[in-house]
């Protein structure tokens, strides 16, 4: 059954249309990655799915109990989030603040899971240190951590390597590729990294003049992928 499913979404901010006719379903345990280039909607997309932002039409639906804010989010960063005087304990355990509904606390089972996020996360030693003195791959560790003390079904990663040396971007996409082929986790992320999205990922959205989505075998025999393919235009 589809975890979410978008019907004839259209796409844009303060009245300006960036994209229509968005058609496509994310069902438990896929791996989709959506590429395409600069400016052509995918983080409003991401979003729109997250229900942070309203589509200029049509529908976002969810399936299988999934709610919103069972929605696991990995945003891109900005300096100012990198500089966040917290520890990585506080910051992993804000991941659980859905779950807590009215009580001003977290409870020993969310505080427990934390824990486990953290140590699978590789993360153990840090615990007690400050998110601002990590590194780059270490502090995407940490906020990935977060995102799954706020869900046990779906993830949301918006260029999550972004910024990255070779080795720790490397080691982020494995992880997230645990995550779904160990874990069971559905995985929606956002990249301009085609040849990581070929290897990762069994579905493909591709944004942009033309719009596409199926399986990434179709994709690769697609002459739409041929053409972006070749002229590089997904390093945008």
């Known amino acids: 059954m589809a975890l979410l499913t978008c019907h004839d979404l259209a796409l844009g901010y303060e009245g300006q249309q960036i994209v229509q006719g968005l058609n496509f379903s994310v069902k438990a345990g896929d791996y989709l990655c959506i590429i395409g280039e600069n400016g052509s909607g995918k983080t409003t997309l991401m979003k729109t799915l997250l229900g942070l932002q309203a589509p200029l039409g049509g529908k976002v639906l969810t399936g299988d109990g999934l709610r919103h804010s069972e929605i696991g989010y990995l945003p891109q960063q900005t300096l100012v989030q990198r500089d966040f005087p917290a520890s990585v304990w506080e910051i992993v355990l804000s991941g659980c603040g859905g779950r807590t509904g009215l009580r001003p606390f977290y409870n020993k089972d969310e505080k427990a899971l934390a824990k486990r996020n953290i140590e699978k996360m590789g993360l153990a030693k840090l615990t007690r240190r400050c998110y601002r003195e990590l590194s780059g791959g270490q502090q995407q560790r940490v906020l990935l951590a977060r995102a799954l003390c706020a869900t046990r079904k779906m993830i949301l990663l918006d260029e999550p390597v972004a910024g990255l040396d070779p080795k720790a971007m490397n080691e982020l996409y494995e992880l997230i590729l ?30 942009g003049r033309e719009v596409f989505f199926g399986t990434k075998d179709e994709y690769l025999q697609s002459a739409f992928a041929q053409s972006f393919l070749k002229g590089g235009e997904g390093n945008g």
């Open 178 to 207: 645990s995550l779904n082929r160990e874990d069971g986790i559905t995985v929606v992320m956002i990249t301009h990294d085609i040849e990581a999205a070929l290897r990762c990922a069994d579905h493909i959205l591709h944004i």
